[in-house]
């Protein structure tokens, strides 16, 4: 089985920066892309950030471009998302996913609270 952990979470003030990690561990399998989603209170699971594996393009939600940079360390099998210029709307609950085979994401982190005060 794949686990993946986020870190990182947490409380910060509007304008703030937080960097969550995700790191991937157990059996090892094909890794397509990376991506991060998050679920705030009461909406669905949205997108918000996505790498490929091999060659490192990225791909951003509307809502977060020029403020959340997503990278990887293939070495250490982690993702990263920085977040900066926080504002209350990212509170969220934010996941890590791996898509294999570009297909779909099979394997999901826990997640990692985000909260963002005003």
């Known amino acids: 089985q794949v686990q993946l952990v986020e870190s990182g979470g947490g409380l910060v003030q509007a304008g703030g920066s937080l960097k969550l990690s995700c790191a991937a561990s157990g059996r090892t399998v094909n890794t397509y892309r990376m991506g991060w989603f998050r679920q705030a209170p009461g909406k669905e699971r949205e997108f918000v950030a996505s790498i490929r594996w091999s060659g490192g393009s990225t791909y951003y939600a509307d809502s977060v471009k020029g403020r959340f940079t997503i990278s990887r360390d293939n070495a250490k099998n982690t993702v990263y998302l920085q977040m900066n210029s926080l504002k209350p709307e990212d509170t969220a609950v934010y996941y890590c996913?791996?898509?294999?085979?570009?297909?779909?994401?099979?394997?999901w982190g826990q997640g990692t609270q985000v909260t963002v005060s005003s």
């Open positions: 996913a791996l898509d294999p085979y570009g297909v779909s994401y099979n394997y």
